[in-house]
């Protein structure tokens, strides 16, 4: 069954999207780690193994999880015009504008003798050694002279597996994103062909889309409730970007949010997303990186009063501590968990390796990473059921469970 219904953080889940780690990470190398937006290179193989048993836990939990690569095949094969269209608006994206590389590139990619293999070849990178040979015989330009052979035509897409970024699930819908950099807004190419023509998902409601020029990212947004959204400003998403949301929001048919609480953190590579430092956890409970609660600003936007005019939205600041905000949007007392339980330096430390980035699985139960361990201690004391999985390698990438996973289907919480 298709569709999306995610109104919260903590329903059972039911579906998700992840994507396996491929040779994208065989593609990084030092020089290039700041540009794709790594610190260090993860080892493959152990990638993959800890994705696996990613996959494993959700699965043992009831979990149908379905893979990017899988949806994006299963697109290009309805339709030889669809994959067409994908190869030429994956070229323009990738910044291949010449007319000769263009040729070379599109016959290699359709040659390519599976779909799937051509999905993952768009994802992993294209060097000019890999495309057909150019000789001296050919037209030469001054092009073919200064590109050496291990150059990327086509860069490689290493962040992917954080498939919580390049689109939410809100409602019965999504928001396809604008990401923040060049690098990562490419990725969003397989969900705005997933929602548009897989079969599952084509007629989902868009509330955002690619065509605005201001970033957000998924990592930024929280669904509190069928009718609240926390989004974070953050180093990822821009102010405009949730003023524009809120918009589209209030005035879709088949939305019901009704309230957009926007969370200002710290602009940092440690801060990036708001699910970083702040996560839902269970039905009246969070846990927080100690180091926000400081600089904090929290701002609440309603509909204004004159919808599609410069009054349509009312934005207030909200003057409180966080769980008195909380506890009034959700009318009920809330309880917050710091992580490593406020220790400054294990707080830090875990923070650093995504201990506040939890995927909540069913109210209370929550999958983390076992290097976290002062964390999960202090859950499992809260009460809380952790499900533990090795991250060594995926923590190499900055994100956690939550970053690793897009929920496409959540049944209801009753409040």
Known sequence: MGGIHVTSEIGKLKKVLLHRPGKEL????????GELLFDDIPFLPDAQKEHDGFAKALTDNGVEVVYLEDLMTEVLDISQDIKNQFVEQFMDEAGINSYKYRGLVYQYLMNINSTKKLVLKTMEGIQLSE???ITKNDSNTLEDFVNTPDKFIAKPMPNLYFTRDNFASVGEGIDLHHMYS?????????????????????DVSK?????????????????INEHIVAIGISQRTQAQAIDQLAKNFFKAPDCHIDTVLAFSIPESRAFMHLDTVFTQIDK???????GIMGTL??????????????????VNEINAPLDKILEK?????????????????????????DGSNT?????????????????????RKEGLKVIEIHGAELSRGRGGPRCMSMPLDREEVKW
Request: net charge negative.
């Open 26 to 33: 065989l593609n990084l190398t030092p020089d290039t780690l």
């Open 329 to 353: 949007y959700l009318e009920h007392p809330v309880k917050l968990i710091p992580c490593a339980g406020g220790d400054k330096v294990s707080a830090e430390r875990e923070q650093w390796n």
């Open 131 to 133: 495309i057909p040979k």
């Open 284 to 290: 009246y409970t969070f846990t927080y990186h100690p």
């Open 182 to 202: 060049e690098t990562r807004n490419r990725e969003c190419i397989f969900a705005e062909y997933i929602f548009k023509y897989h079969p599952d998902y084509k």
């Open 297 to 314: 600003q929290v701002f609440e936007i309603r509909e204004g009063t004159e919808p599609n005019t410069t009054e349509d939205l009312i």
């Open 359 to 379: 995927l909540c699985i069913a109210p209370g139960t929550v999958i983390v990473y076992d290097r976290n361990n002062v964390t999960n201690d202090v859950l």
């Open 207 to 223: 509330y955002y889309n690619r065509s605005y020029s201001w970033s957000t990212e998924g990592g930024d947004l929280l669904n």
